[in-house]
């Protein structure tokens, strides 16, 4: 059991404290005695004490734990009453034992003498009350922090798997379109090909954990799968350039990043033009940082405050999202002109590699 789990039981944490606690009691006293040139047979009395101040402590737990949920001042009232009646019986077998080892069993005439230097003792049972309340204090913000980021780990996952799916209907639609538009000219086999890349597209996606990262290997397969789909469609027009560094090729980035980004750039820089077009991806490292760049030759966009001015697009946005909510602040994503014409994405992400 590591240090963490040990914390998190209460109950056993408890004790450690409470037994520690006294036993330290014990050893202060055990030194003060060895400074007052005492003799041995107080440290019988000594160990006495320890032992009933542990065993009237130990009920305030429980009188505590029911009065938790009260109001402050019922509580502080609690606490004193409890804390002087402990102190007060603690204090009485104190004396008892003091007068029974170390005078031989001595009593005293008056009663009241049994309950003489309780304000110390009360002292004593107070100091224990306050370090339980802490501690106990402590213990519920701890749970709560817990609880809060659970929760929030809980809504990050949720959002990512939200975006994550999100890009499949989105990629489908496009796809199906154009199937039936291949089917709609007769040709077919051009449609039973795209067809079956489409197979091991989906069957590629519904694998890979939309919480996990993959290897940039693994992403470059992903984006080669679809690159395949589109191939059978625009044929010689779709041109391709991969510049990786190879120390880059274990990197890990968010499953499917590319595909909504190339997705974008086959439809408004590709497609529309009668020649086709090249899409160029470049991946380097930049001492800590993973350096990701696609850009195309397409006729360009219009850029507003480093957004393209485009009307229904979900690919740009949905990564940005996936890239915020996977590194909070530790990434960038800048779009500008590619010059002499298109438009080029450039992503920053801490480079991390599989354990």
């Not at 069957?203 to 693994?218: E, G």
């Not at 010689?236 to 997705?263: G, H, M, T, W, Y």
């Not at 033009?273 to 991806?281: D, P, Q, R, V």
């Not at 960038?332 to 298109?342: A, E, R, W, Y």
Request: proline residues 3%; glycine residues 4%; positive net charge.
């Amino acid at each position: 059991m590591n240090w963490q789990e040990f914390l998190e039981n209460r109950n056993r944490f408890f004790w450690f404290l409470h037994i520690g606690g006294w036993v330290g009691f014990a050893f202060v006293h055990y030194l003060g005695s060895l400074l007052h040139d005492l003799r041995d047979l107080f440290t019988w009395v000594t160990l006495l004490s320890a032992y009933a101040g542990a065993i009237f402590s130990y009920p305030l737990r429980y009188v505590y734990r029911r009065a938790w949920n009260m109001t402050p001042l019922k509580i502080a009232l609690v606490v004193i009453v409890s804390s002087y009646v402990s102190g007060l019986l603690w204090q009485v077998v104190k004396n008892i034992s003091y007068w029974e080892i170390y005078k031989h069993g001595w009593r005293p005439d008056f009663w009241l003498y049994y309950t003489q230097s309780s304000l110390w003792s009360f002292y004593i049972m107070l100091s224990w009350s306050g370090l339980y309340f802490v501690i106990k204090y402590y213990q519920m913000l701890q749970t709560e922090k817990q609880k809060v980021l659970s929760a929030n780990n809980m809504a990050n996952q949720a959002q990512l798997k939200m975006l994550r799916y999100q890009l499949n209907p989105h990629f489908l639609f496009n796809t199906l379109n154009a199937i039936s538009t291949l089917v709609l000219i007769d040709e077919n086999k051009n449609a039973n090909a795209m067809v079956t890349k489409l197979s091991d597209f989906l069957r590629y996606s519904l694998d890979m954990d939309p919480m996990k990262k993959v290897t940039l290997a693994q992403e470059i397969k992903a984006l080669q799968l679809y690159l395949d789909i589109e191939k059978v469609r625009f044929e010689d027009r779709l041109r391709i350039e991969f510049e990786i560094q190879k120390n880059c090729q274990n990197a890990l980035v968010p499953s499917l990043l590319f595909q909504p980004l190339v997705e974008n750039a086959i439809k408004y820089a590709i497609a529309v033009k009668e020649n086709g077009g090249t899409i160029s991806l470049k991946v380097s490292r930049f001492a800590n940082d993973l350096l990701l760049e696609l850009s195309d030759d397409g006729p360009g966009a219009k850029i507003v405050k480093g957004e393209l001015a485009r009307e229904n697009g979900v690919g740009l946005a949905n990564t940005r999202e996936r890239l915020a909510t996977l590194y909070d602040k530790n990434y960038s994503m800048v779009i500008s002109d590619n010059v002499p014409s298109g438009v080029k994405i450039n992503i920053r992400i801490p480079f991390q590699q599989e354990q």
